[in-house]
Structures are given as C-alpha cells and as structure tokens.
C-alpha cells in the first residue's frame, strides 16, 4: 500500500496531533442504540405527590436509569445530568413518587434487550407558561414566591426547559431519545392557549435536540379520576389535535389521596404503566402484561417447614419477582436451573440457599392458621456472621436473626420470634448482613416441632422455672425436639451449667423433669 494514502487513512481514523497517533476515546464512543432515554415533564403529579410509597418502589430495576436533573448529594445523585439508578424520589431531592419511575420499569418489562434512562423535570403547581422558553422569565416574574424557589432547582434562573435541553444534550451522548411523557393542566383551566402552548413546548424540544416528529412519540396523561380537574380531560384529548404522534393515559379507576387534584401510591404505579402501554402502542410493541408470582409447590401451611430453595416462582412484569440477588451463576446444583438463585448441593445430599449478600431476598406464600406469635428456626452455615429477618409486605415481623458458623458444612438452628396475621400471605425473607447458606426454616407455634414425641405429639405447655429444693433430673431437648441427653441439678443456674456441658452450642433449650414440667432455658457456651 502507498505510504502517503496509509498516513491519510489512519490520520482519519484515528486523529494524528503533534505527530502522535490518538485511539478514539471512551467519551468520544458512539451513543448506545439499546438505550432508550424518554423525558417526562409536567407539573405535581408528574414530579411526584405520593411520599408514602414503599420498599416495592424503592427496589433497583437493572435496566432503568435516570439522568440526575437536579443535585441530590443526600440521596447519592450529587451531579446533574449524571446517570443513576431510577429510584424514588426521581424529580427532585423531596419529592415523592411519580408515574415516571412505573413507566420506566413497564417499559423495561417489555423491551427486554433495552435499558431505559428518564430524564426528570417538573414543578408543582405550575402552568404550562414555566416550559415555554420565550415566557418563563415573565411567568416566574409574577409567580408566588414558593414557586419561583420550586423552580429554581432546575437553575437559578428558573429555566426549566433549558434544563431539559441541558440534560438531554449530554444524554444523547449515551443513547438514543426515544420519546416523552407529559402530566399537566390542573393548574390551566382557565388557559385558552394551553394546547397551543404544549405543542410549542414539544416542537422546541425536537428542534433543539435534532428529533423527528413521526420517531418521537408523545404521551399525556389524565388528570385524577372523578377530582377536581377531571373536566379538563377534555383538553388533554385535544392534544391529538396538535401533536400527530400522540397517545393518552387514562386515569380512570384511579381516584384523588383526598385533596381532589393527586393520585395515590397505586395511581402513580398504574399511571405509570398506562403511560407505558401507550408508548408501546406508538412504537408498535406489544406490552408485557403483568403476571403476578405463583407458589412453586402450592401455597404453604404454617405451622409448618419452608425449604428455603422452594421460593415462588416469578411473576412478569415490576413488582412481581419472587426473587433478588446481587450475583448469580455461583451455586452448583442444577435444581431450578433456570432462576438466578444460587442453589448449592451440600455433603449430606441437602439443596441450600447460599452466596446470601446483603439485600437479597426469596419469598414464598405461605397460609397462616391463626394470628399469633411464632417461633422461628432456621438451619443455617457461615464462616463468619451474617443475619436475616422476615418481612410481609415492607413490615418486618420478626427478630432479626443472627448467624454464626466456622464452616459451610456445619449446619446449626438459630431462631427468633415471628408475628403473623391469619390467612394466605406473601412470606419474605431478607439477609440483612452477609454471607450465610440456609437450608430450611420452620415456624411454630410452640417451643415443640408437632408430632415431637416429648411433646405428647402436639401443643405442649411451658412451666415457669421454680428452683427445686432437691436435686432432680431433666431431660435435655434442643428446640426441634430431639433429645440430647439427662442432667441432674437443683436449680436454675446448676440447671443451666450442666446443661452447657452436656450441649454443643449455645442456644435455647428444653429441660424436663421427671414430674412432667418444662422449662426453657438459655445456655451460653
């Protein structure tokens, strides 16, 4: 090949500056065409009303991200337009959850290939005027003085659109815009040009980002059925007027939290996957429809034993996993091969739960006979220490639950107490500190397994400890029943002592006497 035509062509490829060869640079990387970024923009409900929301909203999606529009040191988002995890509170430091954060996972859902990013910005209370960037400087001008400071997380300058155009410019180095979702209009009623003013706000957006029309859908929402702007819907509608690439949200079943003008938790949630559904339409995709999760083997009787490898089995669709861990591919048995849970086979033949990491969680259904507090206990091996508790819902209903272990092979019970309703419920167990297997758990009702032959096969009664005045033999049980030998002692601390050199770990355990009592004791070793 010819020198001078080789010089030319790596000068084009890669850049000569000084006589140096330059390799392209990771910032310089082409954006990502499976990262679909969508800006939604509007007013309350849009930005969030609902601080109530729970531990369901705040999981991470893997595959949903947001573009920091405002500075959030607090919640980890300290740089504007920086990419983050799409977790609640999205739009601004305080604020609460938006439709934004469920369109996000729907669309996810059903892009399975893609990752979705958000870029939010919104205002309470504002009219349409705030994004208009030829009036925002007159409306901020004449506006309460709550809103003007609203405003200005976007800027000092109260420049909520140019905030928008600021973000998504750096976004489009990373992925593609795919479209944008709107939620505004109560404040407007009274607007005569509010849909003029919307479309103005659209057609700037796709000029200043080199967007097309017919590839950049726009979604907007209803406002809150039956409330106090329910008859602005109308409007809403009408945008189809203006904007050709156009869908809506319905908001119907979806009522006020009281106030008449914002939707609850579960409106933001369904909102959330109304907007999505409608993307999906426009972009010819067919949506994932959520399923919920099912019991892997039926739902489980408590009282009763719980093996932890028989989690449910997921669902489809953003809250409906029965599962999450932060690594999978470590286990080494082929049961239930196709779920991300590392499942061990361990010596003696028994499938364990394991590579627990702190924030992993399995649930199950389980059916409880009556409310009540339970005994929990659970097989369980460390090298170390770790702990778990157990969750219905966001509440925790249990003690959380040490774990200490010198070896994965040396499976010892820990146990604590559980508070449970009556009646078919969702059973969650959480690691709250790394690493630990388990194997089982059991709840029951009493100290005793059912069916433990000490126990008369059922329900057994537990004594207050009186200190004998002679000297008497106990029968030592650990709490699954199994006896582990005769002491003899004369009181509580004698009791106790001679139970530790009879065991071999400490832990609570059954002593009973001759004459038929039994007393729990505590036995340190």
Same mark, same amino acid.
């Given at each position: ?26 910032? @310089? ?30 999981? @991470?999606?893997? +595959? ?12 980890? +988002? ?87 155009? !600021? ?12 479209? %944008?979702?709107?939620?505004?209009? !109560? ?9 003029? %003013?919307?479309?103005?706000? /659209? ?10 029309? &017919? ?19 109308? +409007? ?31 409106? /933001? ?8 559904? !409608? ?11 959520? @399923? ?8 489980? &009787? ?58 992993? /969680? ?67 167990? &959480? ?22 032959? @000490? ?71």
């Amino acid at each position: 090949m010819d020198v001078k035509k080789f010089s030319q062509i790596l000068t084009v490829a890669f850049g000569v500056v000084g006589g140096v060869l330059l390799a392209p640079t990771h910032s @310089e990387a082409a954006p990502d065409p499976n990262f679909h970024i969508y800006i939604a923009y509007g007013q309350s409900n849009m930005e969030g009303n609902a601080t109530n929301f729970t531990d369901v909203d705040k999981k @991470e999606h893997p +595959r949903v991200k947001m573009f920091a529009t405002t500075s959030c040191p607090r919640l980890n +988002r300290p740089t504007v337009g920086e990419v983050y995890p799409a977790i609640p509170p999205m739009f601004k430091c305080d604020q609460g959850l938006s439709p934004a954060d469920w369109f996000g996972r729907n669309m996810a859902d059903s892009l399975p290939d893609v990752t979705i990013g958000i870029i939010p910005v919104a205002q309470g209370g504002t009219s349409i005027r705030l994004f208009d960037p030829d009036d925002y400087k007159n409306y901020l001008n004449s506006a309460e003085s709550w809103l003007k400071n609203g405003a200005k997380a976007y800027g000092d300058d109260g420049n909520a659109m140019g905030r928008i155009i !600021e973000v998504a410019k750096k976004a489009q180095e990373k992925g593609v815009i795919k479209g %944008i979702i709107f939620h505004q209009g !109560e404040t407007d009623g009274g607007m005569s040009n509010w849909e003029q %003013i919307v479309k103005k706000t /659209y057609e700037y957006m796709l000029d200043q980002l080199g967007l097309k029309a &017919e590839e950049t859908p726009f979604v907007a929402g209803e406002m809150v059925d039956g409330g106090s702007c329910a008859g602005f819907n109308s +409007r809403v509608h009408n945008l189809s007027q203006y904007i050709v690439n156009f869908g809506v949200a319905s908001s119907k079943g979806y009522g006020s939290k009281g106030d008449g003008l914002h939707f609850t938790v579960e409106g /933001y949630r369904g909102m959330g996957q109304r907007y999505a559904q !409608e993307m999906l339409k426009l972009i010819n995709v067919e949506p994932v429809e959520p @399923e919920p999760q099912t019991p892997f083997k039926g739902v489980i &009787e408590i009282p009763g034993k719980v093996e932890a490898e028989n989690f449910d089995v997921p669902g489809k669709g953003s809250g409906n996993n029965s599962y999450s861990v932060a690594t999978t591919g470590k286990g080494d048995s082929d049961y239930r091969s196709g779920e991300g849970v590392n499942v061990y086979k361990k010596e003696s033949g028994a499938l364990v739960v394991g590579y627990n990491q702190t924030g992993n /969680y399995y649930q199950y259904t389980i059916k409880v006979a009556a409310a009540a507090e339970y005994v929990v206990k659970a097989s369980v091996a460390a090298e170390g220490s770790g702990s778990f508790v157990f969750k219905v819902g966001d509440k925790v209903v249990s003690d959380t639950i040490a774990v200490e272990g010198d070896s994965w092979n040396k499976f010892v019970d820990v146990q604590g107490k559980i508070k449970l309703e009556a009646g078919e419920q969702i059973l969650t167990l &959480e690691v709250t500190k790394e690493y630990f297997d388990i194997d089982y758990f059991e709840i029951q009702k009493d100290a005793c397994a059912p069916g433990d032959p @000490e126990c008369g096969g059922g329900t057994i009664a537990i004594a207050k400890f009186k200190a004998p005045v002679a000297a008497e033999n106990y029968r030592i049980f650990d709490m699954n029943g199994v006896y582990v030998g005769m002491v003899r002692a004369s009181g509580m601390q004698e009791l106790r002592s001679n139970a530790a050199s009879l065991v071999k770990r400490g832990g609570v355990y059954l002593a009973k006497a001759q004459a038929g009592k039994i007393l729990r004791i505590q036995v340190a070793k």
